[in-house]
């Protein structure tokens, strides 16, 4: 849950971030940047904001901001009945971005999400992506990512995107936000 | 046929209109740009410069560089057995971008393909794209476009692309361009 206020605010600030990015985009998208808090209301250290440019029949694309070690929880994309799942390209734009996919555990992972939920992350093999870098996951691939010191600015390309099917590790995660007056 | 001199000052004139629009690429991709003169051997009237940034299982996104004027010539995305052919939304992220999708015909198109060439362009709806707009071609539509005054640089977002299966509607063009010693 968040306020009004809080989403005006992390929409301005994820605007302009996106401007520094190089990020082109029109009034009416970035006045529909959503923020997302996953439900967990503390969005400054688990929550993304979402700039949406695609949304066709089969293909999206989206542009991810992350606040400076804001994380996006860790989720998955499973198949959907005749749908074999998300396949997602991740591309940093700008910042750095810490990602987590499965394999070898990294001994000493950049990424720090919130101390009362590290439970809920399970995979630990650590990739970092500076602009230029990029990262594809296949369907049901669990992965999460943290923006660095200066937050970082995230392509997705991706099949169609149906975000509400995605799952979450952590159970306390509601993929849609709720907004309420303040 | 280009020689291999034409294909590298277009790579770097292009890598150039690259950074001015303020797309994020490695070294390595920059020196991969396809150069494509559609084997019409008229690359300043009738052709396009091709970053590949994602070539995965079921998307492709690319960025293409047109110079001043410059044409890609009209095609459509066929189906292919199972595969129902390339759903594209190009979005243009710099300069102007002039488009010809199937439509009413514009009375006085802006566009100018080459002459000798016009006969092979059939669709005339114009769409005149500036940064941050955009348009999603459905599968077998006919297209063609043309850059601006000072070119364009444009995203294009797809499934699956396989560009030697594109249909040209001009009987001389090759997909595949022809690259000489010189």
């Known amino acids: 849950m968040i306020t009004r206020t809080e989403q005006e605010a992390a929409r301005e600030r994820a605007a302009e971030m996106l401007e520094r990015a190089g990020i082109v985009a029109r009034q009416v998208e970035l006045e529909q940047i959503e923020v997302a808090d996953f439900g967990l209301g503390e969005l400054d250290e688990s929550g993304v904001q979402i700039l949406t440019l695609v949304d066709a029949e089969r293909i999206a694309v989206k542009v991810l901001v992350l606040f400076p070690y804001q994380t996006e929880p860790e989720h998955k994309h499973p198949r959907i009945g005749d749908y074999p799942g998300k396949e997602e390209t991740i591309r940093c734009q700008w910042g750095e971005l810490y990602l987590y996919v499965p394999g070898e555990p990294t001994s000493q992972p950049i ?26 996951f296949q369907p049901n691939t669990p992965h999460w990512f943290q923006g660095g010191p200066e937050g970082a600015v995230v392509w997705t390309f ?25």
Chains 1, 2 share one sequence.
Do not use: N
Not at 158 to 182: H, L, N
């Open 158 to 182: 991706s099949t169609k995107a149906i975000d509400v099917e995605d799952i979450f590790t952590d159970p306390d995660v509601r993929r849609k936000t709720v907004i309420m007056d303040g």
């Open 111 to 136: 990424a720090f999400p919130a101390a009362h939920r590290r439970h809920t992350y399970t995979v630990w093999h650590e990739h970092i992506l500076h602009p230029g870098d990029q990262f594809t």
